[in-house]
């Protein structure tokens, strides 16, 4: 697992490079979830709220809620999943990343877990 | 037959399954795997190659007796009567009102002994239907569900893999008949029958055999590229093939003429049976509603639930949808309005808060190639 990251309890993560976070799911949920065949993720400008739904991840099987792990406007999204879902289980925290938000309240990334306790939210399930 | 812990039936191989590292799921009281390598994967192997189910959960009622075609023929809307000793159809049980129980394979394995094939999560309420039905005929009932095990072997290579391990003359099987013999070296019914649209087989065992019969397929089958498959894959499989799935496509609410499968229901044959006057009427007066298949045209994956509309009208609903993993784009079965059918009608699938567009295709969405 990349270090340097901030979790959220559904299994987002976010890198943060200045004012702008990458915002991805994990290689666990990508797992749990199994093949994944589709990506719904929120247009260019859209502002999320911290732990708001504001998309959609697709497995064969079901379907499940992205969860915004910090406020933001979105500035970029991953163009290559609408016809290369299987990145995100191939590559979660690389090529299949999903957005990249410009910051609004970094005081929010407390709010999120560490590497640490990450780890220990997915020993525990 | 074993029982989980989790409260749940396990089959002879659910062992194997765990050691091959199965996602086990409940699925109709029963611990089953749901995928091993992932769906997608599962689902190509079969298309290309071949898979390996483990269909142990599913019912298996044997019928015998001097009646036992004219009881049959009673219980259910096919004519077992007309089967050939070693062949197969496909059936249902219907309810008084016509509506459907289950799906079935009906097999003929002697002039007075049939084996019917019920769903898992409708055997226990078939076999009580049955033994309801046939009172008063010159037969028996014997469930057999939980003493048989059921291994399937699906896909283009199933013949070249199976046939070294059988005494059944399996290339000369014709698709619907059934063979009795050994594989494996154990007593064995092999049916050229299948849920997947390949080329396959199913082989009925006695529970205590099943391991024996599962490895040696496992191995015969390594230098082919055989793999395991569960019941994700054996989903999207049978949706491409346009087959339907009780609880979806089929139910106590609809009649066979709705789901397309009249041609099951042989009014012609001599006698009652059971929703014979409903299914007359039900014949004369046309469907309610239509079994259809989607093209999903849009971004998006039509799913069992979703709401259907033709312009500003709800015409039905989706009954199954995935993403194709053949064809790459989504599909899915879906009662319409009779007057919104029709192939190349656009209609829309409503999506969380979008319409998305999807064209009425004919079934099946995929046909193998021979």
């Known amino acids: 697992m990349a270090q340097d990251l901030r979790y959220t309890k559904e299994h987002e993560w976010v890198r943060v490079e200045g004012d702008l976070a990458t915002v991805g799911i994990t290689d666990y949920a990508a797992q749990q979830l199994g093949d994944i065949v589709f990506v719904e993720l929120p247009e260019i400008g859209r502002r999320l709220t911290q732990f708001g739904t504001v998309g959609v991840i697709e497995s064969v099987k079901a379907v499940s809620d992205l969860f915004a792990p910090i406020s933001g406007e979105v500035v970029e999204s991953n163009s290559e999943l609408a016809g290369s879902p299987e990145l995100v289980n191939g590559d979660p925290f690389g090529k299949g990343w999903m957005l990249r938000v410009r910051i609004a309240d970094r005081s ?4 999120l877990l560490d590497q640490a306790a990450y780890e220990e939210l997915t020993r525990e399930a | 037959m074993a029982q989980a812990q989790s409260g749940l039936l396990a089959t002879p191989l659910a062992d194997r399954h765990v050691a091959l590292g199965a996602r086990m799921v409940e699925f109709a009281g029963w611990s089953m795997p749901v995928q091993y390598a992932g769906i997608l994967d599962e689902h190509r192997a079969v298309r290309t190659r071949a898979g390996l189910f483990d269909l142990s959960h599913m019912g298996e009622l044997y019928v015998e007796g001097t009646d036992a075609a004219k009881a049959l023929g009673y219980a259910l809307v096919s004519e077992p009567a007309a089967l050939k000793v070693g062949r197969a159809h496909y059936s249902m049980i219907c309810s008084p009102g016509g ?6 394979i009906v097999y003929r394995l002697g002039e007075e002994r049939f084996m019917v094939v ?18 008063g005929f010159k037969v028996v009932l014997d469930d057999r569900s939980l003493a048989t095990a059921l291994v399937a072997i699906q896909g283009p290579l199933s013949l070249q893999v199976l046939a070294p391990l059988t005494d059944v003359a399996i290339a000369d099987l014709r698709y619907y008949a059934i063979g009795d013999g050994h594989v494996a ?19 009925f065992v006695e529970v205590a055999s099943a391991g024996r019969v599962w490895d040696a397929l496992m191995e015969a089958g390594r230098p082919a590229g055989v793999v395991p498959v569960g019941l994700g894959a054996r989903d999207t499989l049978r949706l491409e093939a346009g087959m339907p799935l009780y609880g979806n496509e089929l139910g106590p609410d609809t009649t066979p003429y709705e789901a397309g499968l009249g041609r099951v229901v042989k009014l012609g044959k001599e006698g009652d049976f059971v929703g014979r006057a409903a299914l007359e009427k039900a014949e004369s007066e046309g469907p309610r509603k239509k079994l259809v298949g989607l093209a999903v045209r849009g971004r998006g994956i039509a799913r069992h639930g979703y709401e259907l509309f033709a312009g500003d009208r709800r015409t039905g609903v989706v009954t199954s949808g995935t993403l194709s993993p053949t064809l790459g784009e989504p599909i899915a079965m879906a009662y319409a309005a009779p007057s919104d059918a029709e192939p190349g009608t656009i209609l829309e699938v409503g999506i969380r808060d979008q319409r998305v567009p999807a064209e009425v295709v004919v079934l099946p969405f995929y046909r193998r190639a021979t």
Do not use: C, H, M
Not at chain 2, 122 to 127: Q, T
């Open chain 1, 108 to 111: 929010q990334l407390d709010a």
């Open chain 2, 99 to 104: 509506g459907v129980l289950d799906d079935l």
């Open chain 2, 118 to 135: 019920a769903n898992a999560s409708n055997a226990a309420a078939v076999s009580d239907a049955l033994a309801e039905r046939i009172e």
């Open chain 2, 185 to 203: 070296g154990v007593p064995a019914l092999v049916a050229r029958t299948g849920y997947t649209g390949e080329d396959g087989f199913e082989v």
